[in-house]
């Protein structure tokens, strides 16, 4: 039973044997193929492929710098009105959009408890002017007292005793009375307080314009205890806005009063709408890290088109040339091929086997140049050559040049593009 167990297992070994010798067949074809492809890809780099430079000219033109910036447009003067008494709405007088004048009734509380201590007040002055007389009269029978008790000390009727109880009884009298009208002047003070009160549970507008929002209701109670709550919210005047736009402090140093903006906002995506910079804020306004000022621009909104809280994108205008050579900031950008940069020389041995990986250079001219010493490229023989050259301003598509060195219609490189060999 051994030997017949054994033999069943080297039977199952040679007949598994050539099943492993097909797979390592396979292996081979398909790692011949991956090398041939490869050394096909080597020799074509080798041939070289030819190189077609994209140029584009050099223009006399406009060049307009400008700051983009974001923000919301708002009303030039704005109002929350609110309250400064306690209470309970009793009635609305005015709703959305409703165009107030200077004045008029928006609100009123419930005047119940702001009366009764109006005719509370009042009556504490009549009480106190009612003492006031009273004073007075003692003191005209104290000082009627004093003159007598001074006769009859002259007399020799009256003790001298007696006329310094009645001079100081005079005097008491006296000092009354200015206590009586001190009170006088507190009740007074007091009853202009609650009169004042009374008046503040009728709500009214303090300017003439529009209810932008309205946050009260009729039976609703306002707490004025620690915070005066705001009921209306009022727009002087909505033909004359304002846009408050976020400045990146990259470019604030562009940016001056008296500039000429325009904007766009989404409600109108075709129309751009003009407007000047007024101001330029030195607050600092920090978010996530980033940080802007507050940048003021004027508008007419006389067709009342645009609405406050309207989120706008401003274009300003920060520099302006006219009739200046301009050439595309792509041919700043650009720098040519190097010969033999491709795989090419290394062949297919070089292909397969590990290199050194090339040690890391920075590029002769990478990157744009601005000011003294950017270069473009032209085409002399065929060949590119470079031109140092002197910019100025730029749009961020179009550069100023500053100098003779190139002019108007001169192709420059911008770009390259590679065509595949004819076969």
């Not at 920075?362 to 023989?381: F, N």
Request: net charge negative.
């Amino acid at each position: 039973m051994t030997n017949v167990e054994g033999g069943g297992v080297m039977g199952q070994l040679a007949l598994a044997a050539p099943s492993h010798r097909r797979l390592w067949s396979w292996l081979a074809v398909v790692a011949l193929a991956a090398l041939g492809a490869a050394a096909l890809a080597v020799l074509g780099t080798e041939r070289g492929e030819p190189v077609q430079y994209k140029t584009a000219p050099v223009k006399v033109g406009d060049l307009q710098v400008k700051v983009s910036a974001t923000g919301q447009l708002e009303p030039i003067i704005q109002v929350e009105v609110g309250t400064e008494v306690s209470g309970t709405i009793q009635v609305v007088e005015v709703d959305f959009n409703d165009r107030v004048k200077t004045g008029q009734v928006l609100a009123r509380l419930d005047p119940d408890q702001a009366r009764a201590k109006f005719r509370q007040s009042e009556a504490a002055l009549a009480l106190a002017r009612a003492r006031v007389e009273e004073a007075e009269a003692t003191v005209t029978e104290t000082a009627n007292r004093l003159r007598r008790t001074r006769d009859l000390v002259a007399k020799r009727l009256s003790s001298p005793e007696e006329l310094d109880t009645v001079a100081a009884a005079s005097e008491r009298a006296v000092a009354g009375l200015a206590v009586a009208k001190a009170q006088v002047e507190q009740s007074q003070a007091q009853l202009d307080a609650d009169r004042r009160t009374l008046e503040k549970t009728v709500i009214r507008s303090p300017i003439d314009g529009i209810v932008l929002k309205r946050q009260v209701e009729p039976g609703q109670t306002v707490a004025a205890s620690l915070q005066t709550p705001v009921l209306f919210t009022l727009a002087e005047n909505l033909t004359q806005m304002q846009l408050k736009v976020a400045v990146d402090e990259a470019d604030v140093g562009q940016v001056a009063p008296g500039q000429q903006a325009s904007f766009t906002v989404d409600a109108y995506p075709d129309r751009d709408f003009p407007a000047t910079l007024t101001q330029v804020r030195y607050a600092p306004e920090t978010v996530d890290g980033v940080v802007t000022y507050g940048t003021l621009l004027s508008l007419d909104n006389a067709d009342l088109a645009l609405r406050p809280g309207m989120t706008a994108t401003a274009e300003i205008l920060v520099h302006e040339e006219h009739d200046v050579v301009l050439v595309p900031n792509a041919a700043l950008r650009f720098n040519p091929p190097k010969a033999g940069a491709a795989q090419g020389g290394r062949g297919l041995v070089g292909m397969l086997l590990p290199r050194r990986p090339a040690e890391s250079k920075r590029p002769a001219e990478g990157g744009r140049r601005t000011g003294k010493g950017a270069r473009v490229w032209v085409l002399h023989e065929g060949e590119p050559t470079a031109l140092e050259v002197r910019t100025g301003a730029t749009d961020g598509l179009s550069t100023q040049i500053l100098d003779d060195t190139l002019t108007p219609g001169t192709e420059v490189l911008v770009d390259v593009e590679r065509r595949s060999p004819s076969p």
